[in-house]
Structures are given as C-alpha cells and as structure tokens.
C-alpha cells in the first residue's frame, strides 16, 4: 500500500473515532471527551489531506 494511501486510510479511522467519542461524549454530559472526539476528529482530517497531497505529489 503506498503512503498516501495509508495517510488517507488512517485519517479516515481517526475522522470515524473523533465523530464516535464526540457523540458518546454528548450523550454521556462528558465535555472532556467530547473535546477529545473533535481533536481526533480535526486531526483525521488533517492526515487525510496529507495523504491526497502525496498522492498528487507522487504523479
């Protein structure tokens, strides 16, 4: 699997398990965790876009 490929991969988990902590936070009246879902959510994204840049780096 090429690297750009891994970044998007990973950033995908890492959007799916900030959205999931983001609304077991809500739902639990927890901010601390909440905060940590959009941190890792935010973060997913990030790498996810890094990914595509090295994807269109690499043609």
């Known amino acids: ?3 750009s490929t891994k970044d998007q ?3 995908t988990f890492h959007e ?3 959205k ?3 609304v077991a936070g ?3 009246d927890n901010t ?3 905060d940590e ?3 890792e959510k935010i973060d997913g994204k990030a790498q996810k876009k890094i990914g ?3 994807r269109i780096w690499e043609k």
Request: no cysteine.
């Open 16 to 18: 799916v398990k900030g």
């Open 52 to 54: 595509q840049m090295k």
């Open 9 to 11: 991969v990973k950033g």
């Open 37 to 39: 879902g959009v941190a």
């Open 32 to 34: 601390k965790l909440e």
């Open 1 to 3: 699997m090429k690297p």
């Open 26 to 28: 809500k739902i639990s």
């Open 20 to 22: 999931v902590k983001e």
